[in-house]
């Protein structure tokens, strides 16, 4: 049983391609490492290196292997990216999407797991959010994965090709032993930032919090993070999922807890046992309050299960993958 890892040199995608062959599956890794790093592909997958928006390639691929799916990882992420090049997420996530499609159908491939985003409700205006809250995203990121899953709604079901869609919350973390982890050239989330502060003692590092003056306890945004295992496990669960026949669905992937920011910088001093320095700043433009997601679905549906609910321990995996790799996979 092969699976095609479609970015599965970036961080969820790797983590996703280690459970996958922990589990017995076999796995090819398509990436073109423009943000993914090959020493995170691990040694007993395939690689090829390449773009997935082109079809000769994955014309070629699909006809020297039978995928049993396709997991797809490889879209553009950044927020304030997305607003100041739009064009370049409604390429990159959009139309290669489509062209990945495309060639899936013509190879017969069924089964699509997507990497959807908590971004496309925007500023909720009810949390925790399920998944019947309206689509409203407010940056080209967000919309670009609706539309993705627009796309999904309207044209797979007369494609043959069945999806799982999960909406991911705040991805953290990284495997126990400190062996694979978040590595972004443009780190822009909080807990790796965080951590990097702790890192080097005389770096003159300073965590800028965005934003006291919300309207939550604290003043700070609150986020509902949730361990890339738990959400690489989401992953296989939804691939069983489609292969034993379940119906195309949309899936909400968090824990179900939130916390602030201030309360992510408590826990990481306690995890590291050192004081974070910071500094209170602006609000970052777009960042909704509240994002915080209602896993009831996925829970029932997929039988997900977090097994690192806590904070805490999410932190301290991450924290053990920065002290033995400062410079990430740069090493
Ligand atoms: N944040 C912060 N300082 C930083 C990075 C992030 O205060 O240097 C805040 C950000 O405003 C948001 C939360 O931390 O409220 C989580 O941000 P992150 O970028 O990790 O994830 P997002 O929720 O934007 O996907």
């Not at 997935?52 to 304030?80: I, Q, R």
């Not at 990159?92 to 190879?107: C, Q, R």
């Not at 705040?170 to 032993?177: K, T, V, Y």
Request: glycine letters at 8%; one cysteine or more; proline letters at 6%.
């Amino acid at each position: 049983m092969d699976i095609l890892i479609v970015g599965g040199a970036g961080y969820i995608g790797s983590v996703t391609n280690h459970l996958l062959l922990e589990q017995g599956f076999q796995t090819t890794v398509l990436d073109n490492l423009s943000r993914g790093h090959l020493a995170s592909v691990p040694k007993g997958s395939s690689f090829i290196e390449g773009d997935f928006s082109d079809p000769d390639l994955l014309k070629e691929m699909f006809a020297s292997k039978k995928f049993d799916a396709v997991m797809h990882f490889a879209a553009l992420s950044l927020v304030g990216e997305s607003v100041s090049n739009p064009l370049l997420y409604y390429k990159n996530n959009v139309a290669n999407t489509i062209v990945l499609f495309n060639e899936m159908e013509k190879a017969g491939i069924e089964n699509f797991i997507f990497s959807s985003t908590a971004a496309v409700y925007g500023n909720p205006h009810k949390v925790p959010i399920e998944e019947s809250h309206p689509i409203q995203p407010i940056n080209p990121y967000g919309w670009s994965k609706s539309m993705v899953e627009q796309v999904l709604r309207d044209a797979i079901p007369t494609k043959k090709i069945r999806y799982v869609s999960l909406r991911y919350f705040n991805a953290a973390g990284a495997l126990p032993d400190g062996s694979l982890g978040e590595h972004h050239e443009q780190e822009t989330h909080l807990i790796p930032l965080v951590l990097q502060t702790l890192l080097d003692p005389k770096s003159d590092r300073i965590l800028k919090v965005f934003g006291t003056d919300y309207g939550t306890p604290d003043g700070t945004c609150i986020r509902d993070y949730i361990h890339v295992l738990d959400l690489a496990e989401a992953h296989i669960l939804g691939l069983k999922y489609l292969q034993n026949g379940g119906q195309s669905d949309i899936f909400n992937l968090g824990n179900g807890k939130g916390f602030s920011v201030r309360e992510v910088i408590e826990t990481a001093e306690k995890v590291t046992g050192k004081k974070v320095p910071f500094e209170e700043t602006d609000r970052r433009p777009g960042d909704p309050p509240v994002l915080v997601a209602n896993s009831t679905k996925i829970n029932q549906v997929l039988k997900w299960k977090p097994k690192f609910p806590e904070l805490g321990s999410i932190i301290e995996t991450a924290w053990k993958w920065h002290s033995l790799n400062p410079n990430g996979y740069s090493n």
